[in-house]
Structures are given as structure tokens and as C-alpha cells.
């Protein structure tokens, strides 16, 4: 069946590094969204992409989707503590299913 | 704000039993899921309604069963439990249209251990 692959599946960066998430898919997707889930809570939706190339920006998070709508990338300038958390990337199937990747578990050191 | 709620924030059932996980929403939602979460393994869809009494297949629907007989109650049964559907459970609802087009919202989950 269709897969989201996504990596790293943990990531210990120092407050105000940099931090990027990546997702791939075996087929081309309709649309991906991204989640957020903090510790001990359930997930959280964040945005949604939709079209070829598409970039957008919530203050210091950067989405893209990628030209061949297979990829995605979830860019954070300069974590903070309170970006702890997994990050999930979700794709929709043919078949109108989101299927989601495995998460990227997100630590920050203070 | 929408609102999801599940029975149970916790639940220990032994081996056999049959365990019923209840989830609520309360915005109207015509979408709604369960997943199973499992470390590593992200959610895997279980099952999703997108009507009353309607019901469709997930990726992993072996050894569960849904009801759907009102719109705000989506439930997932599980006929006799197993050590290895011991997993946090979430639920989830979505707005009209294709299930898959539009924000998930998501309940705050059931942690289920079976003995």
C-alpha cells in the first residue's frame, strides 16, 4: 500500500538551532498536512498544502510541498522549547485516506 | 471550539474481553477515524464513517469493528482482546466533504494495556 516515510525519526538540537523534518511518498499526493503532538497530548493540526511547490510561512515554521507532490519539508528557524514535541506529516491517498509518516520526535535543549 | 471526547483516558482489560472505546464530537462533523498509535510506527487508520451507519476500512482493521449509529458517537470494538492491541487509541472527526481534504481534529486519546 501507499507509504509516507518520515526522517529523522529524533532530533536533540540546542535552543535557537535550526530544525527540519522531511516526508516522501511512494505515489503522488492530493494533499499533505502537518501535525503537531506535544508530550502526554494528541495531535494537532497545523497547516495544509495543497498545490505543486507550495511554501508557507507560520512565524518561525516554513511548510513546502514539493513540485512533484511527493515530498514535503517542515522547517524551524531558531527552536524554542516550547517546539518540543512529534511532528507528524500526513498524506492523502487515491483513495481519500490521510496516511501518516511515523513522526519526527523533536527535543530541545535549554 | 471543536470538542472531542473519548471514554476513557486509560483502560486495562485482560485477555478475551471485549472492550468498547466511545468517541463523541460535538461540531456536526460527518468524518470521523480511529487510529492506533504505536511508537515508531506513527497512526495507522483503523477505521473512518463518513455517515451515519456508514463505515469503511482502514489500513489495519483486523481484529476491530465500529459503530456508527448517531452522528456525534463513533465507537471502536474490540469482539476479544489481545496483548498486541495493547496501544493508544485516538479518535478524530472532520468536517464535510472528502475525509481526507480537510483538518482532522483529534480526541485526547485512550492508552489501552490488555493482559
Known amino acids: 500500500g501507499q507509504q509516507v516515510m518520515q526522517i529523522p525519526q529524533y532530533q536533540h538540537v540546542q535552543e535557537g538551532e535550526d530544525f527540519t523534518t522531511y516526508c516522501n511518498s511512494s505515489?503522488?499526493?492530493?494533499?499533505i498536512q502537518w501535525y503537531k503532538q506535544r508530550p502526554g497530548g494528541h495531535p494537532v493540526f497545523l497547516i495544509q498544502l495543497v498545490k505543486s511547490g507550495e511554501v508557507k510561512k507560520q512565524k518561525r515554521l516554513t511548510f513546502q510541498f514539493g513540485e512533484a507532490k511527493k515530498n514535503s519539508s517542515l522547517h524551524i528557524t531558531a527552536t524554542q522549547t516550547t517546539d518540543v514535541g512529534t511532528y507528524f506529516c500526513a498524506g492523502m491517498d487515491s483513495s481519500y485516506k490521510l496516511i501518516f509518516g511515523s513522526g519526527t520526535r523533536l527535543l530541545v535543549r535549554p | 471550539d471543536v470538542k472531542v471526547t473519548q471514554s476513557s483516558r486509560y483502560l486495562v482489560k485482560r485477555t478475551g474481553e471485549k472492550v468498547f472505546l466511545e468517541c463523541v464530537q460535538d461540531m456536526d462533523h460527518e468524518n470521523m477515524f480511529w487510529y492506533r498509535q504505536d511508537p515508531g510506527l506513527g497512526l495507522r487508520l483503523i477505521y473512518f464513517?463518513?455517515?451515519?451507519?456508514?463505515?469503511e476500512k482502514g489500513d489495519i482493521p483486523e481484529g476491530y469493528s465500529v459503530s456508527r449509529e448517531k452522528k456525534e458517537r463513533f465507537s471502536l470494538i474490540l469482539e476479544s482482546a489481545s496483548t498486541n492491541q495493547t496501544s493508544m487509541y485516538l479518535c478524530a472527526s472532520s468536517p464535510p466533504g472528502l475525509a481526507g481534504t480537510d483538518t482532522q481534529y483529534f480526541g485526547p486519546g485512550t492508552r489501552l494495556t490488555v493482559l
Open positions: 505515489t503522488t499526493l492530493s494533499n
Open positions: 464513517s463518513y455517515d451515519v451507519k456508514m463505515k
